[in-house]
């Protein structure tokens, strides 16, 4: 590995771990001091809404009705896959993009 992909990976990687920071921050201060349970509506304009929800399968509720096992063995390969597709990716942008979902999608509550 070169000297400016080594670069864009670790500027990538410093990317996935803040967005796994922010999310499991928002998640402690919701849930834990907030005390929030789910289904609280907080408007932040005329036409969006703010809700807690708890998402029982993959992207908004698609598979739920799966056992838990088969999502997590789902969840685990996809990150696996995810992160096999960072370590060859040449570019930051795509790094970058990759490093902020395998961040943000490590933060999953229940599974």
């Known amino acids: ?6 670069h864009s990976a670790q500027r990538s990687l410093w990317l996935g771990i803040g967005a796994f920071l922010v999310d499991r921050g928002q998640k402690f201060y919701q849930i834990d001091i907030a005390g ?12 969006f809404n703010y809700i807690l929800i708890w ?8 598979l ?3 056992p838990q096992y088969v999502i ?5 390969l996809a990150m696996i896959l995810l992160v ?4 060859k ?9 990759l490093a902020l979902e395998i961040g ?8």
Not at 89 to 97: E, I, P, Q, S
């Open 1 to 6: 590995m070169g000297l400016l992909a080594r």
């Open 36 to 47: 929030w349970r789910g289904g609280e509506v907080i408007p932040i304009t005329g036409f």
């Open 55 to 62: 998402n029982r399968g993959i992207s908004y509720g698609f």
């Open 64 to 66: 739920t009705g799966l």
């Open 72 to 76: 997590l063995a789902l969840v685990a």
């Open 84 to 87: 096999l597709w960072w370590l």
């Open 89 to 97: 990716a040449d570019t930051f942008l795509v790094r970058a993009g």
């Open 104 to 111: 943000r999608a490590s933060c999953r509550e229940r599974v």
